[in-house]
Protein backbone atom coordinates (compact mmCIF):
# COMPACT_ATOMS: atom_id res chain seq x y z
CA UNK A 1 0.00 0.00 0.00
CA UNK A 2 1.24 3.31 -1.09
CA UNK A 3 0.13 6.72 0.57
CA UNK A 4 0.62 9.94 0.24
CA UNK A 5 -0.34 12.71 1.90
CA UNK A 6 -2.84 15.51 1.19
CA UNK A 7 -3.47 18.76 2.69
CA UNK A 8 -7.59 19.79 2.69
CA UNK A 9 -8.85 22.45 4.85
CA UNK A 10 -12.49 21.71 5.67
CA UNK A 11 -15.65 24.18 5.43
CA UNK A 12 -14.80 25.34 9.16
CA UNK A 13 -11.44 26.39 7.86
CA UNK A 14 -9.91 23.63 9.54
CA UNK A 15 -6.52 21.97 7.94
CA UNK A 16 -6.39 18.18 8.08
CA UNK A 17 -3.49 16.69 6.57
CA UNK A 18 -4.21 12.42 5.60
CA UNK A 19 -3.32 9.68 4.01
CA UNK A 20 -4.19 9.06 0.83
CA UNK A 21 -4.20 5.51 -0.62
CA UNK A 22 -2.80 5.46 -4.65
CA UNK A 23 -4.06 1.73 -4.96
CA UNK A 24 -7.41 2.21 -4.22
CA UNK A 25 -8.71 4.37 -7.88
CA UNK A 26 -9.98 6.62 -5.36
CA UNK A 27 -10.75 10.54 -6.41
CA UNK A 28 -10.50 13.43 -4.08
CA UNK A 29 -14.07 13.44 -3.59
CA UNK A 30 -14.07 9.93 -2.02
CA UNK A 31 -11.20 10.51 0.23
CA UNK A 32 -13.23 13.36 1.95
CA UNK A 33 -15.75 11.45 2.28
CA UNK A 34 -13.71 8.85 3.82
CA UNK A 35 -12.44 10.73 6.59
CA UNK A 36 -16.01 12.56 7.27
CA UNK A 37 -14.45 15.93 6.51
CA UNK A 38 -17.77 17.38 5.24
CA UNK A 39 -21.12 16.16 6.93
CA UNK A 40 -22.57 13.71 5.40
CA UNK A 41 -25.07 14.58 2.40
CA UNK A 42 -23.54 17.70 1.79
CA UNK A 43 -20.59 16.81 -0.57
CA UNK A 44 -20.20 13.66 -3.68
CA UNK A 45 -24.52 14.22 -4.04
CA UNK A 46 -24.61 12.74 -7.03
CA UNK A 47 -21.69 9.55 -6.44
CA UNK A 48 -18.90 11.68 -8.33
CA UNK A 49 -20.44 11.90 -12.02
CA UNK A 50 -19.61 15.50 -12.49
CA UNK A 51 -23.09 16.56 -12.13
CA UNK A 52 -23.84 18.07 -9.00
CA UNK A 53 -20.54 20.40 -7.76
CA UNK A 54 -21.08 19.49 -4.45
CA UNK A 55 -17.34 18.36 -4.25
CA UNK A 56 -16.23 21.55 -5.43
CA UNK A 57 -12.78 22.68 -4.37
CA UNK A 58 -9.88 24.95 -4.59
CA UNK A 59 -6.25 23.90 -5.20
CA UNK A 60 -4.41 25.23 -3.16
CA UNK A 61 -0.86 23.95 -4.31
CA UNK A 62 0.99 24.05 -7.70
CA UNK A 63 -0.07 20.57 -8.69
CA UNK A 64 -0.49 19.34 -12.17
CA UNK A 65 -4.35 18.02 -12.41
CA UNK A 66 -5.60 16.35 -14.87
CA UNK A 67 -7.41 18.70 -17.71
CA UNK A 68 -10.77 19.56 -16.79
CA UNK A 69 -13.48 17.57 -19.06
CA UNK A 70 -16.04 19.26 -20.56
CA UNK A 71 -18.76 17.97 -18.30
CA UNK A 72 -16.59 19.26 -15.36
CA UNK A 73 -15.99 22.86 -16.84
CA UNK A 74 -19.73 22.41 -17.47
CA UNK A 75 -20.80 21.76 -13.94
CA UNK A 76 -18.27 24.62 -12.45
CA UNK A 77 -20.37 27.02 -15.10
CA UNK A 78 -23.46 26.84 -13.30
CA UNK A 79 -21.83 26.52 -9.53
CA UNK A 80 -22.14 28.67 -6.45
CA UNK A 81 -18.43 30.20 -5.14
CA UNK A 82 -16.63 29.27 -8.19
CA UNK A 83 -13.09 30.58 -8.35
CA UNK A 84 -9.87 30.42 -11.14
CA UNK A 85 -8.42 27.28 -8.74
CA UNK A 86 -11.94 25.37 -8.65
CA UNK A 87 -11.84 22.19 -9.34
CA UNK A 88 -14.85 18.89 -8.90
CA UNK A 89 -13.13 17.01 -6.36
CA UNK A 90 -14.33 13.87 -8.05
CA UNK A 91 -12.49 14.58 -11.45
CA UNK A 92 -9.21 14.14 -9.70
CA UNK A 93 -7.84 11.11 -9.12
CA UNK A 94 -5.39 10.09 -6.06
CA UNK A 95 -1.86 9.65 -7.31
CA UNK A 96 1.62 9.21 -6.12
CA UNK A 97 2.30 12.83 -8.47
CA UNK A 98 -0.09 14.14 -5.94
CA UNK A 99 2.04 13.92 -3.13
CA UNK A 100 1.42 17.46 -0.72
CA UNK A 101 -1.43 18.53 -2.57
CA UNK A 102 -3.57 21.41 -0.72
CA UNK A 103 -7.35 21.91 -1.03
CA UNK A 104 -9.85 23.66 0.56
CA UNK A 105 -13.49 22.56 0.20
CA UNK A 106 -15.29 25.30 -1.55
CA UNK A 107 -18.60 26.65 1.14
CA UNK A 108 -21.78 24.46 0.49
CA UNK A 109 -24.63 25.24 -2.01
CA UNK A 110 -26.92 26.44 0.32
Known amino acids: MSDIKIKITDREGVLHEVDAPTDMNM ?23 AMCASCQCYVKSEHELPEKSDEEDAMLAEAFYVEDNSRLGCQIPIVADLEGLEIELAPAES
Not at 35 to 48: D, N
Open 27 to 49: NLMELVRSYELAPEGTIGVCGGM
